[in-house]
């Protein structure tokens, strides 16, 4: 089995500050994890993945994400926040090698504050 | 490259009716796959086709049905409509044979409203 928590539904930034919006996994397996955005009333934006190799991702929009084995985690991160980042957040798993049904989180709302 | 595109954009149907969604992936890719979200969750997987044939279905009732066209195109079937149907429903296209373990690409969804 797989599953996906995100645990904020929501997370508050002011513009400029540094964001970071938390996932964690659980997978029987080695894990391929991904990030997507969803703006209102708009389909799934792919942001970035973890698929092997170096912990530290870097995607569109300067967006970044550590995965972390030991904590299984993949959190995303972004150093300056910008009012246009506010949407929808969703994070997925999948485990290499396995069933293609991929498990995504709830979403974290992110609201960025002029 | 015109990207995923999903028809209708909105729908309402009335419970006990069937309804049809149509996809249409980006040109060379071979795989489609589709979604429910339900307000206030991720989406949840329901199908995935490839080279026509079906490669992965989630866990929903069998009045959900689809099929994949010789142009790579996609129906979503959904008989009996239930109130619990209404959510927003995406269709995302892939080269191969793949889940979101690479740049799957979404479409706009279609909303369906079951009253």
């Known amino acids: 089995a797989q599953s996906v928590a995100q645990p904020e539904d929501q997370v508050n930034v002011a513009e400029g500050n540094p964001l970071t919006v938390k996932c964690t996994y659980s997978v029987s397996g080695n894990p391929y994890l991904f990030w997507y955005v969803q703006y209102p009333n708009r389909g799934l934006q792919f942001l970035l993945k973890y698929i092997t190799g170096d912990n530290l991702v870097k995607g569109s929009y300067g967006f970044e994400a550590e995965f972390n084995k030991s904590q299984t985690s993949f959190h995303l991160k972004k150093p300056s926040a910008l009012v246009s980042d506010s949407a929808l957040y969703f994070c997925a798993v999948r485990v290499s090698g396995g069933s293609y049904i991929p498990t995504f989180g709830r979403g974290t709302s992110l609201i960025v504050h002029p | ?115």
């Open chain 2, 1 to 115: 490259d015109t990207g995923v595109t999903q028809s209708p954009t909105h729908l309402i149907k009335t419970r006990g009716q069937q309804v049809t969604l149509r996809c249409s992936p980006i040109s060379g890719h071979k795989s489609v796959s589709w979604y429910q979200q339900v307000l206030g969750q991720g989406p949840q997987f329901i199908f995935q086709y490839y080279e026509k044939e079906e490669r992965g279905r989630g866990n929903f009732p069998d009045r959900f049905s689809a099929r994949q066209f010789p142009n790579y195109s996609s129906e979503l079937n959904v008989n009996a409509l239930l109130l619990g149907d209404s959510a927003l429903y995406l269709c995302a296209s892939s080269p191969g044979l793949t889940g979101v373990d690479t740049e799957a690409f979404f479409g706009q969804g279609t909303r369906l409203t079951v009253v």
